[in-house]
């Protein structure tokens, strides 16, 4: 019965590390998730951001070439 007392012993032990690298594991998961959503939703916030500079910088770009046309043909005259 020793040999099978000392075994068990050893599979308890064995089990409640187990247990306790699951649980530490989990709780990475739970706050690598939580860093996910806060990412991604900085991600979207960002991507809308780079679409209102798009927009704006094409705005931009054509009221230079607008203003540069006007420049050229007021440097013909």
Do not use: C, F, G, W
């Amino acid at each position: 019965m020793n040999d099978y007392d000392t075994l068990l012993t050893e599979l308890e032990q064995q089990l409640n590390e187990l247990t306790e690298t699951n649980t530490k594991q989990s709780e990475q998961i739970q706050k690598l998730t939580t860093v996910n959503h806060s990412l991604t939703n900085q991600n979207k916030q960002l991507q809308r951001l780079i679409d209102r500079l798009t927009t704006q910088n094409a705005k931009l770009n054509n009221e230079n070439n607008r203003l540069m046309s006007l420049l050229q043909t007021n440097k013909k005259s």
